[in-house]
């Protein structure tokens, strides 16, 4: 597609429940990143995806943290037994090589 | 990991006036970029500048990067650039870390 696509753009969900989230990159783009935005933070890095090496995992928070990238393309950030500090913006870019070009985000809400 | 500093952290601008920002970090990179931030939460490239100095309409960045900082100017300030401004720095294209942002508010 033209830009970035993240489904849902918002989602509520009650404590302790699993929630999945995705990113649909630009075609082409190699390199797929997962960032989370907390309210009125800068970006906090996640999980990073680059063609069929392994992924950098370095930035999940914890291990109910999980991400896959199906063939290269689409892109799956999974969150277990949600915490209400899971609560946030979660952003996904995509890259050819050089400058990100970014999703609109889903915001997760925990209650 | 590289800290990324910038400046100042909140900024109100009349409509038609000119602004910096500034980012400094900590580290050597090859990687410096500028976005801004709407007010709905989308991100915006505005600039690929690991160095050297670079023009997009009103809007112009310059980094420095032997001495670790980069500048952004906006001239003749619109509402419409309102948002936050944020630097991101890293080696090669790979997990940039960003810094705190600026909030730039223009008023009419």
């Known amino acids: 597609g033209a830009g970035v696509s993240q489904s849902p753009s918002n989602k509520v969900t009650e404590k302790g429940k699993d929630v999945e989230l995705r990113c649909d990159p630009i075609?082409?783009?190699?390199?797929l990143y997962w960032y989370r935005q907390s309210l009125g933070q800068g970006l906090e890095f996640l999980i990073y995806?680059?063609?069929?090496?392994?992924?950098?995992k370095s930035g999940l928070p914890s291990d109910r943290f999980s991400a896959e990238r199906t063939g290269g393309s689409v892109s799956t950030l999974t969150i277990q037994r949600t915490q209400q500090e899971d609560s946030a913006v979660y952003l996904c870019?995509?890259?050819?090589?050089?400058?990100?070009?970014f999703g609109s985000g889903t915001r997760l809400t925990v209650v | 990991g590289i800290q990324v500093e910038q400046s100042p952290p909140d900024l109100i601008l009349q409509e038609g006036a000119n602004s910096t920002l500034r980012c400094n970090f900590s580290d050597s990179v090859n990687n410096l970029q500028w976005f801004h931030q709407n007010p709905w939460g989308q991100l915006i490239n505005l600039f690929y500048?690991?160095?050297g100095t670079k023009q997009n309409g009103r809007l112009s960045a310059t980094t420095v990067a032997t001495e670790r900082y980069s500048l952004l100017y906006i001239s003749s300030s619109q509402t419409t650039d309102s948002g936050v401004y944020f630097c991101a720095v890293g080696v090669g294209d790979y997990k940039l870390s960003f810094g705190a942002g600026t909030t730039v508010t223009v008023r009419a």
């Open positions: 075609s082409g783009h190699t390199a």
């Open positions: 500048i690991p160095s």
């Open positions: 995806f680059q063609g069929n090496s392994a992924p950098d």
């Open positions: 870019a995509s890259s050819p090589g050089i400058g990100y070009t």
